[in-house]
């Protein structure tokens, strides 16, 4: 499975980006996605993640409510998109896929992700 990230760049605070992640190589709609970031100098943080056919989606404290994950099975493709944005979140943003689902036990684990796209940044200014 081949994933593709795109849609980062730079906003300023309280505006909105929306990431997209193409899926390639294998039947989308079996793999439950993710969506982490990592800042320079820090570990890769979990953002939210979707299950099969969107069954269950998860966030990290840090942005409910303020970002939604998605996917459209029939375009291969799961977005974040992300509104009111902080300085803090400020990252290279990773999309990642999972052979089989999840649940909120297992969904904010990396070592719980097969496949990883090559990450888009974001970057957002006060």
């Known amino acids: 499975v081949q994933l593709q990230a795109s849609g980062g760049g730079s906003v300023q605070a309280g505006g909105s980006l929306r990431l997209s992640c193409a899926a390639s190589?294998?039947?989308?709609?079996?793999?439950?996605m993710g969506w982490f970031r990592q800042a320079p100098g820090k570990g890769r943080l979990f953002v939210a993640a979707?299950?099969?056919?969107?069954?269950?989606?998860y966030y990290a404290d840090s942005v409910k409510g303020r970002f939604t994950i998605s996917r459209d099975n029939a375009k291969s493709t799961v977005y974040l998109q992300m509104k009111n944005l902080k300085p803090e979140d400020t990252a290279v943003y990773y999309c990642?896929?999972?052979?089989?689902?999840?649940?909120?036990?297992?969904?904010?684990?990396?070592?719980?992700?097969?496949?990883w796209g090559q990450g888009t940044q974001v970057t957002v200014s006060s």
């Open positions: 990642a896929g999972r052979r089989g689902n999840l649940d909120s036990s297992i969904a904010n684990d990396p070592n719980n992700y097969d496949y």
């Open positions: 190589g294998s039947a989308f709609s079996s793999l439950a």
């Open positions: 979707t299950a099969w056919l969107g069954s269950g989606t």
